[in-house]
Structure formats: structure tokens, C-alpha cells
């Protein structure tokens, strides 16, 4: 099973959609396992976002992103990255396909929903930048046999 990499970002706190999304990403069969609260600094920002540093819309997205605490989860199933990315929807909400999280929750390019990895190798950057090995958990879920067909496990 691939894990992925997700950021709820401060207009979701703001707008009080975390239970939304997050019960969509469960709802999908995809298990959450880690999550915690945590506040975001420039370092950080600067680290995570070091493709967009030198663009002029930079400095507003360290005060967007820091504007209140932020939730990160690690979601864990087969293909992750590639389904959480079709849940999430385009980058500009406004141009996101309705039935998307940005699609129906934002109207925003930038206050957009949620930051979800693009890619499984920046999926595995992108968690052991934000969680400790021992903040990752393995259970089971009882739902397993009926979201994955005994030849998807």
C-alpha cells in the first residue's frame, strides 16, 4: 500500500470543513495513519514550497499558510497519490471539477482546501518532513476485505 501526504490548509480551519474532508478521504477507503496540529513556520514553508520561493506570490502564501495552525495526515492505500490527487481537484478552485474537495469546498487559487503530494517520491519527502517514523501507524481496519479485492492487497 502507497502513503500519501496531505496538508489541511488554514481555510479549512477557518471555514470549519476538517470533519468534510477528512471523512471524504475516509469515506474514498483510504485510512489515516497519521494525523496531528500543528503551526507552520517560513522555514518550513520556504523548505516545502522551495519550488515557489522566488515567485512574487510567495510572501502571501507564508502569511495564508501561517495564518492559523494547519492539520497534516498521512493517508495510506493502493495508489494513494494518484487518487487523493484526483479527489483534490485542480490548484484554482474555480477551476476544479465539481465532486473535487477544491471543486465544491473553494473559489480560491490560493486559499484552496488542502496541499496533497504530487508524486509517491515527493510523497515520502513530504512525510519525513513533517512526521517522525514513531508518529506513523499500522493497524488494521475490518473494512479491509471489502474496499480491495484479495488480488489489490
Same mark, same amino acid.
Given at each position: 500500500?502507497?502513503?500519501?501526504?496531505? +496538508?489541511?490548509? @488554514?481555510?479549512?480551519?477557518?471555514?470549519?470543513? &476538517?470533519?468534510?474532508?477528512?471523512?471524504?478521504?475516509?469515506?474514498?477507503?483510504?485510512?489515516?495513519?497519521? &494525523?496531528?496540529?500543528?503551526?507552520?513556520?517560513?522555514? +518550513?514553508?520556504?523548505? /516545502?514550497?522551495? /519550488?515557489? *520561493?522566488?515567485?512574487?506570490?510567495?510572501?502571501?502564501?507564508?502569511?495564508?499558510?501561517? %495564518?492559523?495552525?494547519? +492539520?497534516?495526515? *498521512?493517508?495510506?492505500?493502493?495508489?494513494?497519490?494518484?487518487? =487523493? %490527487?484526483?479527489?483534490?481537484?485542480?490548484?484554482?478552485?474555480?477551476?476544479?471539477? #465539481?465532486?473535487?474537495? %477544491?471543486?465544491?469546498?473553494?473559489?480560491?487559487?490560493? $486559499?484552496?482546501? =488542502? /496541499?496533497?503530494?504530487?508524486?509517491?517520491?515527493?510523497?515520502?519527502?513530504?512525510?519525513? %518532513?513533517?512526521?517522525? #517514523? $514513531? $508518529?506513523?501507524?499500522?493497524? #488494521?481496519?475490518?473494512?479491509?476485505?471489502? +474496499?480491495?479485492? @484479495?488480488? $489489490?492487497?
Amino acid at each position: 500500500m502507497e502513503q500519501t501526504f496531505v +496538508i489541511l490548509k @488554514p481555510s479549512t480551519i477557518q471555514r470549519s470543513l &476538517i470533519g468534510d474532508v477528512i471523512t471524504r478521504y475516509q469515506r474514498k477507503g483510504l485510512i489515516v495513519t497519521g &494525523i496531528k496540529m500543528m503551526q507552520l513556520d517560513e522555514k +518550513i514553508l520556504r523548505e /516545502h514550497y522551495a /519550488h515557489l *520561493v522566488d515567485r512574487p506570490f510567495f510572501p502571501s502564501l507564508v502569511d495564508s499558510m501561517t %495564518r492559523t495552525p494547519v +492539520i497534516v495526515m *498521512v493517508l495510506k492505500g493502493k495508489d494513494a497519490v494518484e487518487v =487523493v %490527487r484526483a479527489m483534490t481537484g485542480a490548484t484554482n478552485c474555480r477551476k476544479a471539477a #465539481p465532486g473535487t474537495i %477544491r471543486g465544491d469546498f473553494g473559489m480560491s487559487g490560493q $486559499e484552496n482546501i =488542502v /496541499h496533497a503530494s504530487d508524486s509517491p517520491e515527493n510523497a515520502v519527502i513530504e512525510i519525513n %518532513r513533517f512526521f517522525k #517514523p $514513531e $508518529e506513523i501507524f499500522d493497524y #488494521p481496519m475490518p473494512t479491509f476485505n471489502a +474496499i480491495y479485492a @484479495p488480488d $489489490e492487497q
